[in-house]
């Protein structure tokens, strides 16, 4: 074993019987180089990445690969899961270098941590004009040693543009109204008409740029996105959940490791899209996905694992696709049913078999026909699972599964929920109380980022505002507070997406801007705090709110698929916002009301406490319970009954 056997993430883990000698990031690595005077190589990738493990088998797992590559450099393995700071740096340096990015992300850096050459994957054999891996290292190696200080000289110059546009001033200015149409307006120009989703293949779900078309109102481009991607491969129509991508434009091929990431957002757009039409298999997704992500990804303690591998048996979507015989065997004389509703054919859509589709009305018994493919299924080699929890996947989790409880009325996503936050918040410390952005195996460690402080705040009001259990509003507003306090950039406005006291072996302090393929902290915690002040009645959580949002409006507009959770926030400040109170014992058919539509731009309080300042002073009228609506905590006369309130917030 060599030193990764001591790490406690699934994808260092893997690599821990490699002839490579390997080392976790940190200042041993650092040491060493420095002593031995060798350049450092950082392999980058994570436990579901297809193209890992085929570098993998292919050449660190080779002997002779493995001695030449220990020879020449210092080899440091990294879960980008784990450090996306680390690969968002490296990440940079390649696409820089190569015009483009991706994993396997094989930097060779200097001992000082600057990146001089950088590359994805490598074949164990020249081919198409990519060179041998063997071949790389020998001509960097022969590079380091006559070439050195050319190398370390230009290192050093390259080093300021791998840390983004750290100087965009937020301090000041105005954001332009029209912004939200523009985006729509650029949305629609890359919009694929024919079979939804957002230019061509392949194609992601960009389920945030979806939440915000919906909440715009512009239901033709999601709700078309969404059946569309529902209706193909790229969803499991067998036992829900979604892939990370579809390599082709009609969502049938998916790539098919499922993250959880990917289905905890998702799932809300679903949710959203049902809230918005009423169509109940739009719901039926959603539920689906959330129950899939309890079924297979929720671990003992409450908290969610990462993600399923896209391998079974060292093939790539093995454990998913089907043979006609297949299924007759497993479904007897029903297999003609599901045969035509899943679009199966004998020469398949797939390498010869079938990836299920929706190709047909649904049959009656379609619950009971996809529970016993299921049940064959399962039976079949699973793909691996990384059982890490991470902060910030964990936080977009527990929103989708509290919003997703509130307006479906399902007690046991809450449960899911509270749990899962009760864990993050109560297991994911460091001594001193900070947040910590990764746990396995009994262990929490590292210290967490921008989005794990920002995606938990967000979460955490989604909490609150679901179960009016004021705890997690009083979590949500501290952890707020103290993200303020070791994020913000006090010199040009907005936030690094590392504490002031991160790792020093990082090369540079970057801010992250772009939503792919999840939030960025930076569009997470302005909306965060924007949803914050409207509870608050507090100026100064929309302020820095506003230092992130005013010098990235017109990226927003320009590149809407790459910045659609910020402009969710920035849609939510332009407004208006409704604050909505609900005070009394029995709020029920006052929250039916709220909850019955897709309502982006308000906040809602309830309950009996005194901790959150828009419920200060709202009582019951007339011995029944009340709902205020209010904006910039400015209320209208209290209704007790919910026409009422329908009406107040129709108009």
Request: glycine share 8%; proline share 5%; aromatic share 10%.
């Amino acid at each position: 074993m060599n030193r990764l056997a001591d790490e406690t993430s699934p994808y260092l883990l893997q690599h821990q019987d490699n002839p490579v000698d390997w080392m976790p990031w940190g200042d041993e690595a650092f040491a060493r180089a420095q002593a031995e005077d060798k350049p450092l190589l950082i392999s980058i990738g994570y436990s579901a990445c297809h193209w890992c493990h085929v570098m993998e088998r292919e050449s660190f797992e080779d002997p002779q690969t493995a001695a030449e590559m220990n020879a020449t450099f210092v080899c440091v393995k990294v879960d980008r899961e784990e450090r996306p700071d680390v690969d968002a740096i490296y990440m940079a340096a390649v696409q820089a270098m190569t015009g483009s990015g991706g994993w396997p992300l094989n930097a060779f850096v200097t001992p000082d941590g600057h990146p001089f050459f950088a590359g994805t994957y490598f074949p164990p054999v020249a081919r198409q004009g990519i060179p041998a891996w063997r071949q790389v290292v020998a001509a960097i190696g022969e590079a380091w040693q006559t070439q050195r200080d050319e190398i370390v000289t230009g290192a050093a110059k390259n080093l300021r543009a791998l840390a983004g546009p750290q100087g965009l001033d937020g301090r000041s200015g105005d954001v332009d109204a029209a912004i939200p149409q523009e985006a729509v307006a650029n949305l629609r120009s890359a919009w694929d008409a024919e079979f939804g989703g957002f230019g061509g293949a392949p194609k992601f779900p960009a389920a945030s740029a979806l939440d915000f078309l919906l909440g715009q109102g512009e239901r033709e481009m999601a709700l078309h996105t969404l059946r569309a991607m529902a209706n193909g491969g790229i969803y499991d129509q067998v036992g829900g959940g979604f892939s990370r991508y579809a390599v082709d434009r009609r969502w049938v091929v998916p790539h098919f490791e499922k993250m959880l990431y990917d289905n905890a957002l998702l799932a809300r757009a679903y949710l959203h899209a049902w809230q918005a039409t009423g169509d109940t298999f739009l719901r039926r997704v959603c539920e689906e996905t959330l129950d899939w992500m309890l079924r297979e990804l929720r671990q003992e303690e409450g908290a969610f694992a990462s993600a399923l591998d896209a391998d079974s048996e060292g093939v790539e979507g093995k454990y998913y696709v089907w043979t006609l015989d297949e299924v007759r065997e497993a479904l007897g004389d029903r297999a003609d049913a599901a045969i035509t509703a899943f679009g199966m054919t004998a020469e398949g859509n797939f390498e010869g078999r079938n990836i299920p589709v929706r190709a047909a009305a649904d049959p009656p018994d379609l619950r009971e026909l996809k529970d016993r493919l299921y049940e064959v299924r399962e039976r079949r080699v699973r793909p691996g699972l990384d059982d890490k929890r991470l902060t910030a996947w964990n936080a977009l989790a527990i929103a989708a599964l509290a919003d997703a409880g509130a307006v479906l009325g399902r007690e046991d996503y809450l449960d899911a929920a509270r749990a899962a936050a009760g864990f993050v918040l109560e297991s994911m410390r460091d001594a001193d109380g900070r947040l910590l952005r990764t746990y396995n195996r009994g262990v929490a460690r590292l210290g967490a980022y921008l989005e794990d402080h920002a995606f938990l705040v967000e979460a955490l009001l989604t909490l609150y505002e679901a179960t009016f259990e004021e705890r997690w509003f009083v979590h949500a507003r501290r952890l707020a507070d103290e993200t303020i306090e070791r994020f913000a950039d006090r010199e040009h406005g907005g936030f690094f997406t590392t504490p002031a006291d991160h790792d020093e072996r990082v090369p540079v302090r970057r801010k992250d801007l772009e939503d792919s393929p999840i939030p960025s902290g930076q569009s997470s915690l302005a909306l965060g705090l924007l949803r914050l002040a409207a509870l608050t009645g507090e100026r100064r959580y929309e302020e820095e709110a506003l230092t992130i949002m005013r010098p990235l409006g017109q990226a927003a507009t320009r590149y809407p698929t790459a910045f659609g959770h910020l402009l969710q926030a920035l849609a939510f400040h332009l407004g208006p916002v409704r604050e909505i109170a609900i005070a009394g014992d029995e709020p029920g058919p006052l929250l039916e009301v709220v909850r019955a539509a897709y309502r982006p731009r308000t906040v809602l309080a309830g309950g009996d406490g005194t901790a959150v300042p828009l419920m200060e002073g709202r009582a019951p009228l007339g011995g029944r319970t009340a709902a205020y609506v209010c904006e910039h905590f400015a209320c209208q006369r209290p209704v007790h009954d919910p026409d009422a309130l329908a009406g107040l917030l129709s108009g």
